[in-house]
């Protein structure tokens, strides 16, 4: 009897042991059950109606830092990201979440615009800048960011100086090629600022941000200054926030590139709703915290609009002396209007 529960014990542990054993090596390790690892797939090959990701409200992957912010100051951030009434741009605007990469990296902080470390940053930022230390973007935090971020632009300090910079000679620029335009547009560019869009575009590709096959494709280059005139003078639309007669496009250092587009928009449509998807796209928060190493600054009321630094603007002309016409809305015809008074120069306005 004794030895027949002693056989019987050994061989439950014989079972478990060999059970063990048998669990270990055929189960399926956690991993190998995600599709990534068994089908990462090119990232540029994403399917092209990818959602977006959610809103910045959702704590991102780096948040660093356990400061307390002003009391309160998150949960009014978190409100008011989609509901501030304002006009940073001279047009009302709701909510500032479009503006959220950019704020965020002027303050330094990884955590969401409605989080705790975000409030305790700008808090940070705001003592550093003379401003109340309260924690929650508001107009008085724009109108301070805002102007440093035009004059980040050479291109703005040249244009606040009115004067308006010259363009390269056509056949000095290289041509972007066929799978770095979007639409089959011809794109020209500067030679060195193409080869960094190149190398900062790579480098976003490694990163995994390119969710959609046209994403940084270029759409517009460099823009020849008498076409651009004749468009001005035919439109009656280039002194606003999104044209001007003193195009940053005839540098040859300027790209509108495909960063994302909402359904039924085009990648340049200026449409509030538009710039959101933009903005709360992968790609230009990676190009918000990465572009600057490649030597790239963006006007921040196009996230599609970014200019290379690598390169002097070449010498220019006055802003007064170039064509005005379309430079003002008019209600007279064209022919015999009057010189109009140039408003470009008008310092740190932004425009592309
Ligand atoms: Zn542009």
Redesign the pocket.
Known sequence: MRALRRLLWGLGVLALVVGAFWLWVVWPPWEAKSPQATDPGPTFQAPVNAESPPPLVAAPALCVGSEAGPPGAAAANAASLSTLAWSPFGKPETGWEIYAPRIAAEIGTSCAPGSDGFAAALARWQQTNKLARTGVVDAAVFAVMLPRWHLARPFVRVNRDGICPGAPAEASLATARSDESYGGKTIQLRPAALEAYREMAAEARAAGVLRRPEALRIY?GFRAPDADAQRCARDRNCQGLIRTICS??RTGL???LFIDAAPGFGPDSSADANRLVMARSPLYRWMVSNAGRFGFVN?VY?P??WEWTGEAMLPGAPIASLPQDGAEPVTEPLEGSTPRTPAAASGARGR?
């Open positions: 517009s940053a496009h300027a790209m509108d006007y196009e599609w609009h592309r």
